[in-house]
């Protein structure tokens, strides 16, 4: 008895791996996972990009992954936790304000915080909610920091629907389509997510260093005008 009760326990979960989600939890667990990294501060560190580029893989007929998930059911669950993630983050900042921003001590926030509050002075509201979720740390805290700045409602809630739709979407089809395409690439799927990981961070190393630029630029113009 006790031996084939251990037989059926699921091994640990690693929360930070997206093939582990996935074989513990399937679909349900990317609606939550998901929900966490767009709507909860304490979210930011979970593998959203990896995550839905994973599913899509494992959604391929005949696939040698340990788990086989259903697209449309993988589709909808993206969609419905991106969406209701961002929305619920929104109304904790409309709530909270900045104070609940300014309480985290997490260095990953604060950056993350400037570079959302940057992207909405630069590009606008609608711009800046829909790149915000291409881009790591910056969309878990741009959602909390529009309701903390008073961006109104409507405007938030057609645009975040948006970018939350194009970007779950496009990324799990991405992984259908390349697993589609190249028989067995579930076999390399460690260095494809690792290849999404870098891929995803692009967008983020390259607003640094534009800000650096700006910041450069700025510091040389004051030392010139004196």
């Known amino acids: 008895m006790a031996v084939s009760a251990l037989a059926v326990m699921p091994q640990a979960v690693n929360i930070l791996d997206a093939g582990s989600l996935l074989s513990a939890f399937g679909a349900l667990g990317i609606a939550v996972v998901l929900f966490a ?18 599913a899509g893989l494992l959604c391929v007929s ?3 992954g340990a788990v086989h998930l259903s697209l449309p059911q993988v ?50 509201h609608a711009k800046a909610i829909v ?10 805290v741009l959602n909390p920091l529009a309701g903390a700045l008073n961006v109104p409602a409507r405007v938030f809630t057609l645009w975040q ?7 779950t979407v496009g990324l799990v089809l991405g992984g259908y389509a390349l697993g589609s395409s190249i028989p067995n690439v579930d076999r390399y799927l460690l260095p494809l997510i690792a290849l999404i990981v870098i891929i ?27």
């Not at 390259?206 to 004196?226: K, Q």
């Open 200 to 226: 995803s961070l692009i967008p983020l190393v390259l607003e640094v260093r534009r800000s650096r630029s700006r910041r450069a630029a700025s510091e040389a113009s004051g030392a010139g005008s004196r």
């Open 62 to 64: 005949g696939s040698h």
């Open 75 to 124: 589709l909808v669950a993206s969609v419905v936790g991106a969406l209701l993630g961002a929305q619920t983050g929104y109304w904790i900042g409309r709530r909270g304000g900045r104070a609940l921003l300014a309480r985290s001590r997490s260095r990953k926030l604060g950056e993350g915080a400037a570079r959302a509050e940057e992207l909405l002075d630069r590009y606008g």
């Open 161 to 167: 629907a948006l970018g939350g739709t194009v970007w």
């Open 131 to 140: 790149l915000a979720r291409f881009v790591p740390v910056v969309r878990t």
């Open 37 to 54: 990294e767009t709507g909860l501060l304490i979210g930011f560190f979970l593998p959203g990009d990896s995550l839905l580029f994973t």
